[in-house]
């Protein structure tokens, strides 16, 4: 059993495993990754209030799968998501930020580039 000292706590893996580590704080044993742990007793050294380590460890796990960040080059331009959210788009286009869904943005790029080879189409006829 491996033990550490965190914030003038004593932390202590449970069991034979370096997984899960235990601290008590008052009567309450808390345990979880060692990382989870630390935040609570981070917490509860800043409100004296007590969070399990398991709550940190979803918290956690729901931001890894929100940022599930995507970016793609659709005709020379970048469109971006940052938080994996269907209308979470963007695009730096023709130097002014635009957002909404992916298809919406791809329409209006294709809408602009096509309108742009008409106007130039016209400028060869004259």
Same mark, same amino acid.
């Given at each position: $059993?491996?033990?550490?000292s965190? +914030? *003038?706590?004593?932390? /202590?893996?449970?069991?034979?495993?370096?997984?899960?580590?235990?601290?008590?704080?008052? +009567?309450?044993?808390?345990?979880g990754s %060692?990382?989870?742990?630390?935040?609570?007793?981070?917490?509860?050294c800043d409100?004296?209030? %007590?969070?399990?380590?398991?709550?940190?460890?979803?918290?956690?796990?729901?931001?890894?799968?929100?940022?599930?960040?995507?970016?793609?080059?659709?005709?020379g331009?970048?469109?971006?998501?940052?938080?994996?959210?269907a209308?979470?788009?963007?695009? $730096?286009?023709?130097? &002014? %930020?635009?957002? *909404? *869904?992916?298809?919406?943005?791809?329409?209006?790029?294709?809408?602009?580039?096509?309108? /742009?080879? &008409?106007?130039?189409?016209?400028?060869?006829?004259?």
């Amino acid at each position: $059993m491996a033990a550490a000292s965190y +914030r *003038g706590f004593t932390l /202590k893996t449970a069991g034979n495993s370096t997984d899960v580590w235990q601290v008590q704080i008052k +009567r309450h044993v808390l345990s979880g990754s %060692l990382a989870a742990v630390k935040k609570s007793i981070d917490w509860f050294c800043d409100t004296a209030t %007590l969070i399990d380590p398991k709550e940190f460890s979803a918290l956690e796990a729901s931001r890894q799968q929100a940022s599930k960040a995507s970016q793609e080059t659709f005709n020379g331009f970048t469109i971006k998501n940052d938080t994996g959210e269907a209308n979470g788009w963007y695009c $730096m286009f023709n130097g &002014k %930020l635009i957002k *909404g *869904g992916k298809l919406a943005i791809q329409k209006h790029i294709e809408a602009y580039l096509v309108a /742009k080879q &008409k106007a130039e189409q016209q400028q060869i006829k004259k």
